[in-house]
């Protein structure tokens, strides 16, 4: 299902059918140095991932992370959405990309829709975003956005300190 259109993207739900992209995403050099190892080795896994993340997110919340792909190709190149963190106040904005597919614009492009969606279809008044200090390009994308940061926060006690960054409407 789509959620959302850009100039050049659409973003929609993930299903099982996006499996062997999460796979390949979720072990992706990037996602495993600033977003931390999820345990999935294979198909099985990352349609498990699918369903108990983003799909039960859908379900609970009405959002939660959503496939991005550019309107001329039928590769998937990242993922973009609305987190509700239990951890947090907030909803926050998530985005990865994978690595060949960075520096090409498509997260400004697909978390500016995100928030805009965000604010005027979910009416919140705020949005934060966490991020490792040493994730440089995730940061220049969230202050391209508008975001600024606030302060230092853990998401579970064992977890190392990052940054949120926020932005109210």
Not at 59 to 68: I, P, Q, S
Not at 103 to 111: L, M, P
């Amino acid at each position: 299902m789509n959620v959302l259109e850009t100039p050049r993207l659409i973003l929609r739900q993930l299903d099982a059918g996006d499996a062997a992209f999460i796979l390949e995403l979720l072990n992706d050099p990037t996602w495993l140095q600033f977003i931390g190892d999820r345990g999935v080795r294979n198909l099985d896994d990352a349609r498990a991932y699918i369903q108990n993340g983003p799909a039960a997110s859908y379900a609970k919340h009405g959002f939660g992370l959503w496939l991005v792909q550019p309107k001329a190709e039928e590769e998937p190149v990242g993922i973009c959405g609305l987190l509700k963190r239990e951890t947090l106040e907030d909803v926050d904005l998530g985005f990865a990309f994978l690595q060949r597919f960075q520096g090409k614009g498509y997260g400004v492009e697909s978390a500016t829709a995100t928030l805009e969606y965000g604010r005027d279809r979910l009416g919140l008044k705020r949005i934060v975003a966490v991020t490792q200090s040493g994730n440089a390009g995730s940061i220049r994308v969230l202050e391209k956005l508008g975001l600024r940061f606030e302060k230092m926060v853990q998401l579970s006690p064992s977890a190392p300190p990052i940054r949120l960054l926020a932005t109210n409407f």
